[in-house]
């Protein structure tokens, strides 16, 4: 039997059984991760190598454990083929990330998201079978600069070059209700909902105004939605 060290806890089968995520590779996007799931009430079994990191963890995840997740008996020893979804997170070593993931699709885990650094690297998650690739790093900067380029205050690019934007609006429809300002066939994007400043978001409709202090949600192409952001 592979040495495992646990802390949090010392079954994590019964991680497996609740509303849990298992989380290997416990980095920066790890660590975000695993901790972001049990902000909003997932149990989380933690993986890592490094035992610091695993010890700096214990008592903020309901299970870390310090153990070599490219062995097969060390993840049927931590039940995680129990788990139906598991977050390969490993970005500083390529050959554990496929070696681990390999491993989860053999024990058909049924979602497994995966990190890949790069394009290669991502390439190889998908020929393997990953439904769900991963590039943090990459996604970011693209978010980032489409915020950079306009006047967005947040992005979200839903797939097939279609995103949800939220912006200041632009002052040629502010005093305007929609049906008025005219946005979807002027602009080929749709104003969805609103929030005042100080306020709650709500649903627009044709009727609705728009106030200069006000935050737009915007849905559209991803091109028509950074040029109506770019709108003054």
């Known amino acids: 039997m592979a040495k495992l060290r646990m802390f949090s806890g010392s079954d994590a089968s019964s991680v497996a059984a609740a509303d849990s995520v298992a989380v290997i590779g416990l980095g920066r996007f790890g660590r975000?991760?695993?901790?972001?799931?049990?902000?909003?009430?997932?149990?989380?079994?933690g993986i890592d190598m490094d035992e610091s990191i695993v010890?700096?963890?214990?008592?903020?995840?309901?299970?870390?454990?310090?153990?070599?997740?490219?062995?097969?008996?060390v993840l049927q020893q931590l039940a995680v083929p129990e788990f139906d979804r598991v977050v390969v997170?490993?970005?500083?070593?390529?050959?554990?990330?496929?070696?681990?993931?390999?491993?989860?699709?053999?024990?058909?885990v049924a979602h497994v998201w995966a990190k890949a650094v790069s394009d290669a690297h991502g390439t190889i998650l998908e020929q393997?079978?990953?439904?769900?690739?991963?590039?943090?790093?990459?996604?970011?900067?693209?978010?980032?600069?489409?915020?950079?380029?306009?006047?967005?205050?947040?992005y979200l690019e839903i797939g097939d070059g279609f995103s949800l934007v939220t912006m200041a609006p632009p002052a040629g429809i502010v005093g305007k209700a929609l049906c008025e300002s005219r946005v979807r066939s002027t602009a080929g994007v749709t104003i969805t909902a609103v929030?005042?400043?100080?306020?709650?978001w709500t649903h627009t409709d044709e009727n609705t105004v728009i106030?200069?202090?006000?935050t737009i949600l915007v849905s559209g192409s991803?091109?028509?939605?950074?040029?109506?952001?770019l709108r003054r």
């Open 32 to 45: 975000a991760l695993a901790l972001e799931l049990m902000a909003n009430g997932t149990e989380v079994l």
């Open 55 to 73: 010890q700096e963890l214990n008592g903020q995840l309901t299970h870390v454990v310090s153990a070599d997740s490219t062995r097969e008996e």
């Open 89 to 108: 997170a490993i970005g500083s070593d390529i050959q554990a990330s496929i070696l681990t993931t390999s491993l989860l699709l053999r024990f058909n």
């Open 128 to 154: 393997l079978g990953v439904s769900h690739v991963i590039y943090p790093e990459k996604e970011m900067g693209r978010r980032v600069a489409h915020l950079v380029r306009g006047s967005m205050q947040d």
């Open 195 to 200: 929030r005042p400043h100080n306020g709650t």
């Open 211 to 214: 106030a200069a202090d006000d």
């Open 222 to 229: 991803t091109a028509k939605a950074e040029a109506f952001s």
